[in-house]
Each structure stands twice: as structure tokens, then as C-alpha cells.
């Protein structure tokens, strides 16, 4: 077995960590930046430390903003809806639901899920400052946005017994039959929550 020089032993190494990135996908992204221009690699350098320095998260609602920010664009826009939350897991959740371009509302990103597995428990996601948020007035409704997992679900059944007492609004996202999806593809749970979630024609 040939012995790569260290340095890119240890960019390999690095990109392993990466979530989707096998060792076949490590190394061929390894002597790609090896064989690019010198301006890409110097490029791609400052583009990960300035990640690390220059971004932060938003003192209300959690989702990333610019580290010399206090509060996010969507938290600084009167012109959205205050007193409507919509409940995400992450950061990338925001992005997802922004490009529907059919919410005017806020966010809460949780920064995770509830998961025994995983030691994940309610005390190391945002749910303090989200029940702080309810408990502060001004919410009618709160929009949990988890995704359809067990741990998805798992958590949005917390959040729905902590958020109860407060009286606001609690509704879950729609679930079922993709748009252009066949009946005959779809799987049992999928179709038991079409049926359930139906709708007047």
C-alpha cells in the first residue's frame, strides 16, 4: 500500500469527517484541490476560517447570522409576522421553508432533536428560550416544523405538552402524498397519513 505524504493524508482524513463523505469521496476531492489552481485551494482556506470567525448564531431565534450581529435579518424585519413561530431542527430548515416563499412569520431553530440514542435531551436544544419566547406574550401560534422522524416527532410531542399551558396555537406541519407521486409507490405510513390529513375538495 502506498504511503500518501502526510499532508494530504491528513486533508483526507479531514474530509472524512465530513457527513456524506466516504474515503473513495475524501480522496478524489483530496487530489482535486491538490492538482487546482493554488487561488482555489487559498480560496476554499479562507472561505472555512472566515465560516468559523465570522459567522454566530441569533440571540432570539438561534439561526445563524453574522458573528458581529445580535439578531438575525428575519428577527430585524418588522415586516414579518411577530406573532407567528415556525419550530425548525436546524439551520438549514430556515433556508428550506424561506424558499417557498410562503411564510411571512419568525423562526425557532431548535439546533437538534430529541435523541435517547444519541444522549440528545431537551436541556441541550433551544427549547428554554422557545418556551421564554411563548411565555413573553404576543405568540398566537407556534408551527412545529420538525421532520417526520421518530426523533422528529418525539421531540414536537414534547414541545406540544411544554407550550400547552400557554395557550397559544400548536399545529404541525401536513404530512402525505408528494405532489406528482402514484398511490403504489407510496409506503403504509405515508398513505395512514394522507387519509388522516385530508382535506375538504
Avoid: W
Amino acid at each position: 500500500m502506498a504511503i500518501l505524504p502526510a499532508p494530504l493524508q491528513d486533508l483526507i482524513n479531514a474530509l472524512e469527517r465530513l457527513p456524506g463523505i466516504g474515503p473513495k469521496t475524501a480522496s478524489r476531492l483530496a487530489f482535486f484541490l491538490l492538482r487546482a489552481p493554488d487561488d482555489l485551494s487559498q480560496q476554499l482556506a479562507e472561505a472555512l476560517q472566515q465560516l468559523k470567525q465570522a459567522t454566530g448564531f441569533c440571540n432570539i431565534c438561534h439561526n445563524i447570522t453574522l458573528s458581529s450581529q445580535q439578531e438575525c435579518e428575519i428577527c430585524a424585519n418588522d415586516q414579518r409576522d411577530a406573532s407567528l413561530i415556525c419550530v425548525v431542527e436546524e439551520p438549514s430548515d430556515v433556508l428550506a421553508i424561506e424558499r417557498t416563499d410562503g411564510f411571512q412569520g419568525r423562526y425557532h431553530v431548535l439546533q437538534g432533536v430529541i435523541s435517547p440514542i444519541e444522549g440528545v435531551g431537551p436541556d441541550d436544544l433551544k427549547v428554554k428560550s422557545l418556551i421564554k419566547r411563548v411565555a413573553d406574550g404576543g405568540i398566537k401560534e407556534v408551527i412545529i416544523a420538525t421532520n417526520p422522524s421518530m426523533e422528529g416527532d418525539a421531540t414536537a410531542l414534547y414541545l406540544r405538552r411544554q407550550l400547552a399551558p400557554y395557550g397559544v396555537r400548536i399545529t404541525r406541519l401536513a404530512r402525505g402524498l408528494p405532489v406528482g407521486g402514484d398511490l403504489e409507490y407510496a409506503d403504509q405510513n405515508t398513505l395512514l397519513r394522507a387519509l388522516a390529513g385530508r382535506q375538504e375538495l
